[in-house]
């Protein structure tokens, strides 16, 4: 087993003339993009190193970003240390879990330059054998051992090189200085693979990143059992791209060494065909390096103009509630409307490569802007405009619909859209996002509010029909959202419960009494253990049979802590708070509060829309739980307040449309509401 790695290394650098070894090798293998995430948001060539040695998100808490320190001997000088210091961290990573694991199945490790002797040192920081640089290993030293591993340092050596300036900022490396740094890493990689015995398995990655800019880089694998495919791994289960904690389970797998429990990572496996041509593929794989940082830029100005949308709807609308001006309040709707689209339509632009094109901010917006005027104008077309609550229904129903065909065709839309996830960062790779949720079950919990409004409406049935509509909308958010090749969102099935008990307590008029609560909340337990438990015995289990595992041979804690402080952390967001405080207030001082001259629209449009009611308060529980179990906190919320409160907002205009703009003010009534009302 043969571990080349090259800190830095990006699929952009590759090309025929300037690095033939990599280019003919990229034919020869099984390839994907590596996501090098460890633990802060740039990935030191330690880090990454020290992550290999784990198996799990290492870092160095305390030193520079540079290079690995060259092993006195055998040993890593300051290795105990860094061990320590990761075993305290975040994560509970145990450096030396790689060396350990060969050493105990009676292997031997080599380490071929500094990096490499970090990556398969033992908990001791001891490699078997070292040899500093590629040109001092003896030629029969690349067959001695069962494990060896080489650092090719060139591509990350040349910025760290060029230094820093007076404010401590990378020096700039040209394109020139570059090219020739990945042409001498190419030139060692050549002599190992000539010098590499027949028969070895053989994984090249681009370990870690080279500058502040945190990106994708290059993953390779060949030998017996690997074609030239794409890579993949249950990690991502996503064709073409793999991370760097799977090179720790991709290793033990091919030395056929049990893989221990704190490592997290899944095996490589080559999947999907890849195109002959080399220089396709060198672009297919750049290519999503590209999507990645592109969006990145994208990604906080997308929230401010989240926050704008929502700042100038709720002024505008504010002030056409309190005029007689039917002008007014149709603009109203249609913003209302359009504010509520906003959020799917940006996942909708991710369906046309507008990162390729000269102006991707343009197309972007474009593209964004198109997608939110054809929901729009759909929910504004067809008879259900006449409804409270039927234009909203469109808006959250495709919602609801197209983030659903998403996950289950594979996370397209979802993938480095601005309210989706990137692999750079890593916080997912498949199946339902935090942000992505909550927006998907908020319209979901509004369309099938509506349907069972309609119903109610037409047959004056509060329970058969209704509650059939609710249980179905709810059995289908568990299976969608908690099903392990959909979904597979553990914390979202926590949330999807008791959101959708209430929605069917208040729809029947049934009071929310403790002994239903409890019931409620054992019978969801029940469920999400179960779930957990079924997925644990399958054999590529996702995070939800992780966590039975981490329940019942310890860990959980661990795992909750951490999602504990993930949820925590989001309350610092003054992006997310924005959203959270301007929504609630808005429904209180613009929507509930009587105006001077008619009721309080909201409570006007609960009149004309009899489950409307249940179904912002289920929408509300929902959000508010997701809050607490997920590691997204606040942003959970936010994103459910960004559909719900527009569409709330249209809806209340709607029934001011339809009280007509002579309605008399209504005084508040000073009765509490009971427990069935909400």
């Known amino acids: ?27 020869q293998a099984a390839v994907g993009t590596l996501s090098v995430k460890t633990v802060a948001g740039h990935t030191c060539p330690i880090d990454g190193w020290l992550t290999v040695s784990a198996g799990q998100r290492s870092q160095l808490r305390h030193g520079s970003c540079g290079l690995p320190p060259a092993p006195t001997g055998t040993t890593v000088p300051g290795f105990p240390g860094m061990r320590d210091d990761n075993a305290n961290s975040k994560y509970g990573s145990k450096l030396g879990l790689l060396g350990d694991a060969v050493h105990a199945a009676r ?65 700039r490396v040209t394109s020139k200085d570059r090219a020739t740094a990945a042409s001498a890493a190419d030139a060692q990689v050549g002599r190992i693979l000539r010098a590499t015995p027949a028969g070895t398995t053989v994984l090249l990655a681009g370990l870690s990143d080279n500058t502040g800019s945190s990106r994708l880089h290059v993953a390779m694998a060949t030998g017996p ?78 929230y401010v103009v989240l926050i704008v949308v929502q700042v100038a709807l709720y002024a505008f609308a504010t002030g056409a509630l309190r005029r007689k001006s039917d002008r007014r309040l149709a603009a109203t709707k249609v913003l209302a409307l359009a504010a509520g689209a906003l959020p799917v339509a940006s996942f909708l632009a991710n369906a046309v490569p507008w990162w390729r094109s000269g102006q991707p901010a343009l ?34 129903g495709a919602t609801a619909l197209f983030l659903s065909l998403d996950v289950m065709t594979g996370n397209h839309l979802q993938n480095c859209s601005v309210l989706g996830y990137t692999p750079v960062v890593a916080g997912r790779f498949y199946g339902f996002g935090n942000t992505t949720y909550a927006l998907w079950v908020t319209g979901l919990i509004i369309a099938v509010g509506a349907l069972a409004g309609l119903l109610i409406a037409r047959r004056g049935d509060r329970r058969l029909l209704p509650l059939a509509v609710v249980v179905a909308g709810g059995a289908a958010a568990l299976l969608i959202d908690g ?20 929605f ?15 019931a409620v909340l054992v019978a969801g337990a029940v469920f999400v253990l179960g779930l957990s438990f079924l997925d644990s015995l399958r054999a590529n289990p996702t995070h939800i049979g992780e966590f039975w595992k981490s329940l019942t041979g ?17 309350l610092s967001h003054w992006q997310l708070t924005i959203i959270i405080v301007l929504g609630i207030g808005f429904l209180f001082f613009a929507l509930l509060r009587p105006l001077a001259w008619r009721a309080a629209a909201l409570n006007m449009a609960y009149e004309h829309a009899p489950a409307l009611r249940a179904t912002l308060a289920a929408a509300l529980v929902t959000a508010v739980v997701g809050m607490l179990v997920n590691d997204s906190g606040a942003a959970i919320p936010a994103m459910a307040f960004t559909v719900a409160v527009p569409l709330a907002l249209a809806a209340s205009v709607r029934a001011l449309e339809l009280a007509g703009p002579e309605a008399p003010p209504r005084p508040e009534r000073s009765e509490e509401p009971s427990a069935s009302t909400g």
């Open 1 to 27: 087993m043969l571990l080349i790695g090259v800190p830095g290394l990006r699929w952009s650098d590759i090309r025929r003339t300037g690095t033939p070894n990599l280019s003919n090798l990229t034919g």
């Open 107 to 171: 292997g031997c490790t080599m380490a071929i330059g500094p990096g490499a002797a970090v990556g398969a040192a033992d908990r001791t920081g001891r490699v078997d054998g070292y040899f500093p640089s590629v040109d001092k290993t003896p030629a029969d030293a690349w067959s001695h051992c069962a494990l060896t591993v080489v650092d090719v340092d060139d591509v990350v050596r040349a910025y760290i090189d060029a230094g820093v300036d007076v404010d401590g900022h990378q020096v």
């Open 225 to 302: 059992g690997y074609t030239p495919r794409y890579l993949t791994a249950n990690s991502t289960r996503t064709v073409g791209l793999v991370t760097l904690t799977d090179v720790t389970s991709t290793i033990l797998h091919t030395l056929g060494v049990a893989q221990p429990k704190d490592a997290v990572g899944s095996p490589w496996r080559p999947d999907g065909r890849k195109s002959a041509s080399v220089s396709r593929v060198v672009h297919a794989m750049a290519d999503r390096d590209t999507h990645a940082r592109i969006y990145s830029r994208f990604l906080m100005p997308f």
């Open 363 to 396: 197309t972007l917006t474009l593209l964004i802007l198109a997608g939110v005027a054809v929901i729009t104008a759909a929910a504004l077309a067809g008879p259900w405009r006449r409804s409270v609550t039927g234009p909203g229904a469109v808006v959250a």
């Open 483 to 502: 099903g392990p090749m959909w979904g597979a969102d553990f914390g979202g099935i926590i949330a999807v419960i008791p959101g959708f008990t209430v």
């Open 504 to 518: 069917a307590f208040m729809l029947t008029g049934r009071r929310v009494r403790p002994t239903r609560v409890i």
């Open 554 to 570: 310890g860990g959980a804690d661990t795992v909750i802590y951490r999602k504990f402080l993930g949820m925590i952390g989001t």
